[in-house]
């Protein structure tokens, strides 16, 4: 695996030369295995350019930002480097050796590039170099011992160990000790390789000439600059000490669980001195122990106890090394080794990183699509840093493994923003401990909208009625029509479809308001002219392509009472009146004559009442209220009026109420040639053609009914007296005089147009009685009477009027 180094190399030598040739040869298998490593020296700047990530793995410069090319750590611990857009590595804090790795001599820090679409992963190695910036120091900043004078020379006296936070060449390298006239400084090498001093007695002591001796021992390390620290060696000089303390083993081993409470015991150590009295009494200190482990454990100076003082973490430190020592009374001392192992447990909850996030998802999106990718991490070791990953159930997403602890969420089934607009997604991370530990995370989705619904209408078909004669621009009724798309996808637009009304455009008819579906009558309408129409409205919405529903309105046009009713007969066409005929014998109750009247209106618009407003004798005839029919109220006499004139008012039920009035003229006699004369005020005999024509339509209708008439004759057995139609001139009820429609309204008065009819008169002569009335259609005059009983009168009235003709002309 190739080192490099972010220093800036001069080659000067051969031997320089050759190692920067190993070098490359060591780059170009590096590239080719897919993992990188670097060397860089602690406390380097920040933006220090370490390497080109992206050379080394020929990867385009240019991909770097559309792949989101990152850093990450194997840990999720703290990120001291980072990558450019050029593809640098960079310092981006700065870099601790000491703290991150404390004594360890190999300080690596692992990281991952991580670049996405698709996915790829390299492992990148980084060395940290220690640099000399830490000096030696001592733990305690004097030395004191007590010293015999009888000590022979050549006694060695075990000296503190200076610490030195750096490794290597940069650590303790040698001690030296100030010139004096009775110790010399041995400097040696323990089983760690770590050096060591012992204060050699060079000269005997002489407590009489000095009891106290003053010295300075200096520890130096081997970095540029060299880094130096002194302590101060206080020699008290007693009688003779000749035992030193005696470890009852020389390496302690402990094994010891991470979370162990405060004041927990990890170990006691003990010595032995083979002198008495105060030269064999003992007491116990750390001899060497780290920055670290200082805060985490203490010794009892008395009994040789350690106990746990701080707060024990497997993540940050594994194992611990202590020395302690055993001193006794008048300063002998010797080492032994406390050597800590920690123990993992399950106390790290598993974290998950969210590295990558589509939050905006098209609701046609292919099963199997990528929306996330996330990164599992458990600082634990072995099985209590397995992790399992999943979601929760009923969403159409699942968590699909990829490289090493990374997982990508993906659709498993189609997707509808109709049914369900966003997702908050919870994750759910388990470890393998006993017992486990679980963390979750939310990550919300939202369904972006594709237009895939049509606009549907509240009712399948409208119904709206509307009054004739009404304001043009009104509203008649409004449509509705839901579309569950979002936005420009679910605003609907009403319009009316293009077609033909009584071969008139739609559109002169009705519009509709685009927005609201509210829809406008363009025009009055007429009920006598037509009472109902349909129209096409089309909802269509704003997506692309729209999509579009349509939906049928009907419209009925309701009848207003705006026709008078209209009288067909008697007629008054101000050219003859027309007189009936009434036999001085007619009795109280005989039908004498019926006004018929028809309204174009419908309903109770078209419900008729008749009413006499005057009469020639008031006390004499009566008309029916809703049948017309005029009948004697009394007997006849000789002393009533031979001519009677009645008006007569016909009014319909419409609010308000519309009428119309007509003159009805009787001839009380039994002769028509005694009856005074009608003359038509108005008649020219110019009208002779017109009268030629209508004697000869005349002849033609009654040689086609005779036949008919004999047959009737025969069969009705009846003699009864009928009045008698006189007719002055001729008189015609032409269809002219009937609207053009008339609504279905039984009993009431008003007949169908098919029942229109004429009266056929005599041609002028003043004298003649002959006279004969049809039916414009006989079949269905007839048809309808027959509905009514009162209105067979009519029928007996025409029958009579035949006979009449037929006995005249025998």
Known sequence: MLSLSSKDVKFGTFKSVLTAVLCSLLFNLRTVSGDLSYTVQEEMKHQHVIGNVANDLGLNVLTLSTRKARIDTEDNSKRYVDINLTGDLIIADTIDREKLCGSRQNCILNYELVLENPLELHRISLQIEDINDNAPKFLKERITFEISESVNKGQRYRLDEAHDSDI?????????????????????????????????????????????????????????????????????????????????????????????????????????????????????????????????????KQTGQIKVSGHLDYEEERYYEIEAQAIDGPGLASTASIIIDIIDINDNEPRIILKALTDLIPENAMVGTEVAIINVQDKDTGDNRQIRCSVQENIPFKLNPSIKNYFSLVTTSLLDREKDADYNITIIATDGGSPPLSSTMIIHLSISDINDNQPVFEQESYITYIVENNKPGISICSVTARDPDWRQNGTVLYSLVPSMVNSVPVSSFLSIN???????????????????????????????????????????????????????????????????????????????????????????????????????????????????????????????????????????????????????????????????????????????????????????????????????????????????????????IPSAYLPPNYAEVEGAGTLRSSYNYDGYLTTGSRTSDFKFVTSYNDNTFSGTLKKDPEDSNIINLLDSCNSLEVRQKI
Request: aromatic share 8%.
């Open 168 to 300: 290597g060449q940069n650590g303790v390298k040698g001690y030296s000790l100030e010139r004096n006239d009775h110790f010399v400084l041995s400097v040696q090498d323990n089983n760690n390789g770590r050096k060591y001093a012992e204060l050699v007695l060079e000269n005997e002591l002489d407590r009489e000439q000095q009891k106290d001796i003053y010295l300075i021992l200096t520890a130096f390390d081997g970095g540029i600059p060299q880094r130096s620290g002194t302590a101060g060696i206080h020699i008290i000089v007693l009688d003779a000490n000749d035992n030193i303390p005696v470890f009852s083993q020389p390496v302690y081993k402990i094994t010891l669980l991470e979370n162990a409470p405060l004041g927990t015991e990890v170990v006691t150590v003990s010595a032995s001195d083979a002198d008495e009295g105060a030269n064999g009494a003992l007491t116990y200190e750390f001899s060497r122990i780290s920055d670290g482990a200082a805060h985490l454990f203490t010794i009892d």
């Open 514 to 732: 685009t927005a609201t579906g509210v829809i406008h009558a363009m025009k009055s309408f007429d009920y006598e002219r037509f009472r109902n129409f349909k129209v096409q409205v089309v909802a269509r919405d704003n997506g692309s392509p729209p999509l579009s529903s349509n939906v049928t309105v009907s419209v009925y046009i309701t009848d207003e009472n705006d026709n008078s009713p209209q009288i067909l007969y008697p007629s008054s066409d101000g050219k003859s009146f027309l007189t009936e005929m009434v036999p001085k014998a007619s009795s109280s109750g005989s039908l004498v004559s019926k006004v018929i009247a028809v309204d174009a209106d419908s309903g109770q618009n078209a419900w008729l009442s008749y009413q006499i407003l005057k009469a020639t004798d008031a006390g004499l005839f009566t008309i029916g209220l809703h049948n017309g029919e005029i009948r004697a109220l009394r007997d006849i006499t000789e002393s009533d009026s031979m001519k009677q004139n009645l008006i007569v008012s016909v009014k319909d039920n419409g609010h308000p109420s519309l009428s119309a009035t007509c003159s009805v003229y009787l001839l009380i006699s039994d002769n028509p040639a005694e009856g005074p004369e009608f003359k038509d005020r108005t008649y020219e005999e110019s009208n002779s053609k017109i009268t030629f024509y209508l004697i000869i339509a005349l002849v033609s209708v009654s040689t086609f009914f005779l036949t008919f008439i004999v047959l009737i004759v025969a069969i009705k057995f009846c003699n009864r007296r009928k009045p008698r139609l006189l007719f002055d001139g001729a008189v015609a």
